[in-house]
């Protein structure tokens, strides 16, 4: 498993990041990874652009949906049963958004290896590729100013906050309210809403401390990668009559 990890993830994102430092000899390391994070974006873009049409196709469907439970409330066989068969028919995926995430993870867990084990700012030749040359010099001073090797509360803060906006833009199209106050919830529906707006909360809190107590590097990826991501958000929704 570390072999394959190593040849499918370490390797060719180490060979990339030094490429990039050779190519643009006058970025920072806070730059290159940035650079870096958005061809990892872009890279995974129709994944995240499916993961953006299904929380609003779900949000569609939500009135097929509160029926089928009401349909079958006693039967959970069959609820599930249809349920799928209408995620099916509609195109929609649940899981879309964790694929992204997940994908995600084993990257950062690479750069954390890379700007804190691998030897950086100094280069291992002994790992690039033919085709891939060391460069002269690696400034890991972001604009001059963040060691992005070491912990920087200002990097991990601007991740935690773009985080809460992130996800207030992703489940504020989702929200369970209905405009009937005198509809009854139900127990599930209640915990749903409840851990939704939650997590609207409690993450941001968790990346802050998270990526501050790993490095900068990872709070700035996450940082780079939350914007995208809202950048995304807004032009997919805005465009979702034209693709949908």
Do not use: C
């Given at each position: 498993m570390s072999a394959l990890y190593h040849s499918l993830i370490f390797y060719p994102l180490y060979n990339t990041l030094v490429g990039l430092f050779t190519l643009l000899p006058w970025a920072d390391a806070g730059i290159v990874v940035i650079l870096l994070t958005l061809i990892v974006r872009l890279a995974l873009f129709p994944l995240s652009k499916k993961a953006v049409l299904t929380q609003v196709r779900m949000q569609q469907i939500n009135p097929e949906l509160k029926e089928i439970k009401e349909r079958y409330k006693d039967n959970q066989e069959e609820q599930a049963r249809k349920t799928l068969a209408l995620y099916k028919e509609k195109g929609v995926n649940p899981f879309s958004g964790i694929f992204v995430l997940l994908i995600q993870l084993p990257i950062i867990f690479a750069l954390y290896g890379i700007f804190l084990h691998a030897g950086f700012p100094g280069v291992d030749s002994s790992i690039l590729y033919s085709f891939v040359h060391a460069p002269d010099e690696i400034n890991t001073m972001f604009l001059g100013l963040i060691n992005?090797?070491?912990?920087?509360?200002?990097?991990?803060?601007?991740?935690?906050?773009?985080?809460?906006?992130?996800l207030k833009l992703a489940t504020g199209g989702l929200s369970n309210k209905s405009n009937n106050p005198n509809e009854k919830k139900s127990f599930g529906e209640d915990l749903a809403q409840s851990m939704q707006?939650?997590?609207?909360?409690?993450?941001p809190v968790l990346v802050f401390f998270i990526s501050y107590k790993i490095s900068g590097v990872i709070a700035?990826?996450?940082?780079?990668?939350?914007?995208?991501?809202i950048g995304q958000e807004i032009v997919v929704r805005r465009n979702i009559p034209k693709t949908t």
């Amino acid at each position: 498993m570390s072999a394959l990890y190593h040849s499918l993830i370490f390797y060719p994102l180490y060979n990339t990041l030094v490429g990039l430092f050779t190519l643009l000899p006058w970025a920072d390391a806070g730059i290159v990874v940035i650079l870096l994070t958005l061809i990892v974006r872009l890279a995974l873009f129709p994944l995240s652009k499916k993961a953006v049409l299904t929380q609003v196709r779900m949000q569609q469907i939500n009135p097929e949906l509160k029926e089928i439970k009401e349909r079958y409330k006693d039967n959970q066989e069959e609820q599930a049963r249809k349920t799928l068969a209408l995620y099916k028919e509609k195109g929609v995926n649940p899981f879309s958004g964790i694929f992204v995430l997940l994908i995600q993870l084993p990257i950062i867990f690479a750069l954390y290896g890379i700007f804190l084990h691998a030897g950086f700012p100094g280069v291992d030749s002994s790992i690039l590729y033919s085709f891939v040359h060391a460069p002269d010099e690696i400034n890991t001073m972001f604009l001059g100013l963040i060691n992005i090797t070491e912990k920087s509360v200002v990097l991990a803060f601007f991740a935690a906050v773009t985080t809460f906006f992130q996800l207030k833009l992703a489940t504020g199209g989702l929200s369970n309210k209905s405009n009937n106050p005198n509809e009854k919830k139900s127990f599930g529906e209640d915990l749903a809403q409840s851990m939704q707006t939650q997590m609207k909360y409690i993450f941001p809190v968790l990346v802050f401390f998270i990526s501050y107590k790993i490095s900068g590097v990872i709070a700035l990826y996450w940082l780079t990668s939350n914007l995208f991501t809202i950048g995304q958000e807004i032009v997919v929704r805005r465009n979702i009559p034209k693709t949908t």
